[in-house]
T-cell receptor, first 116, second 112 residues
Framework: GAGVSQSPSNKVTEKGKDVELRCDPI?????LYWYRQSLGQGLEFLIY????????KSGLPSDRFSAERTGGSVSTLTIQRTQQEDSAVYLC??????????????FGPGTRLTVL | LAKTTQPISMDSYEGQEVNITCSHN???????ITWYQQFPSQGPRFIIQ???TKVTNEVASLFIPADRKSSTLSLPRVSLSDTAVYYC?????????????FGSGTRLSIRP
C-alpha cells in the first residue's frame, strides 16, 4: 500500500509568516510522529499522536509550534511567526501499534522548510 | 533511555563487508537495539532490530554480545547505493517513543 506522504515537499516563506505542513500516515497506523532535522544533524523529536490519547508535545521547541490530527488520520504541523532558525526538514512518521520506543516507524519524504 | 555512541563517519569500497559498531553502555534489561538507514533527501528507514546474539534479514545482520553494551550492524558486500546515514537506537517496549534519540548517526560513504 501507499507509504507516508507529506506536503508540500518544499516550502519557502518569509520570516514572520505562518506555515502549515501536512502528513498523511499509512492507513490503519495508530501512531503518528513529527520530527525536525537540521542540515547534517540527527532527528529532533517534536510531537506524537497515539490513537485517541492526548498527544505527547514534549518536543515542541516553543509555543509557535502546534500540531493536530483530525479523525485519527491526517496531521498538520503549524508554525506561527516563522523564524530563520525554523529552517529544516520536517519529517513525519507513523507506526502500526501504539507508540513505544521499539515500534517500527515508517517515515515520509519530509518537507524542506526555508525561512528567508 | 540508554545513550548511544557511534562513529561519525566511515568509508568503504564496493563489494566489501562493512561493520558499524554502536556503544550503549547503560542499556537496560528490557531495551531493544534498532537500526535505521537514511538516504539523502529521504526519511529514515527501518533496517533491523534485535535483543541479543544475532539477527539476520535480507538487508543486514546485527550482532549483540552477551553483555549487550554494544552492537554491530553488518552490511555484506556493500554497493554504492548503501551510501547513507545509519542510526543506532536503544529503547524498550514500555518507554514512550518520544524518548527515542536518533542522534547524528554514522555517515557511510561507499566508493567504487
Amino acid at each position: 500500500g501507499a507509504g507516508v506522504s507529506q506536503s508540500p515537499s518544499n516550502k519557502v516563506t518569509e520570516k514572520g509568516k505562518d506555515v502549515e505542513l501536512r502528513c498523511d500516515p499509512i492507513s490503519g497506523h495508530t501512531a503518528l510522529y513529527w520530527y525536525r532535522q537540521s542540515l547534517g544533524q540527527g532527528l529532533e523529536f517534536l510531537i506524537y499522536f497515539q490513537g485517541n490519547s492526548a498527544p505527547d508535545k514534549s518536543g515542541l521547541p516553543s509555543d509557535r509550534f502546534s500540531a493536530e490530527r483530525t479523525g485519527g488520520s491526517v496531521s498538520t504541523l503549524t508554525i506561527q511567526r516563522t523564524q530563520q532558525e525554523d529552517s529544516a526538514v520536517y519529517l513525519c512518521a507513523s507506526s502500526l501499534t501504539p507508540a513505544a520506543s521499539t515500534d517500527t516507524q515508517y517515515f515520509g519524504p519530509g518537507t524542506r522548510l526555508t525561512v528567508l | 533511555l540508554a545513550k548511544t555512541t557511534q562513529p561519525i563517519s566511515m568509508d568503504s569500497y564496493e563489494g566489501q563487508e562493512v561493520n558499524i559498531t554502536c556503544s550503549h553502555n547503560n542499556i537496560a534489561t528490557n531495551d531493544y537495539i534498532t537500526w535505521y538507514q537514511q538516504f539523502p533527501s529521504q526519511g529514515p528507514r527501518f533496517i533491523i532490530q534485535g535483543y541479543k546474539t544475532k539477527v539476520t534479514n535480507e538487508v543486514a545482520s546485527l550482532f549483540i554480545p552477551a553483555d549487550r553494551k554494544s552492537s554491530t550492524l553488518s552490511l555484506p558486500r556493500v554497493s554504492l547505493s548503501d551510501t547513507a546515514v545509519y542510526y543506532c537506537l536503544v529503547g524498550d517496549l514500555y518507554s514512550s517513543a518520544s524518548k527515542i534519540i536518533f542522534g547524528s548517526g554514522t555517515r557511510l560513504s561507499i566508493r567504487p
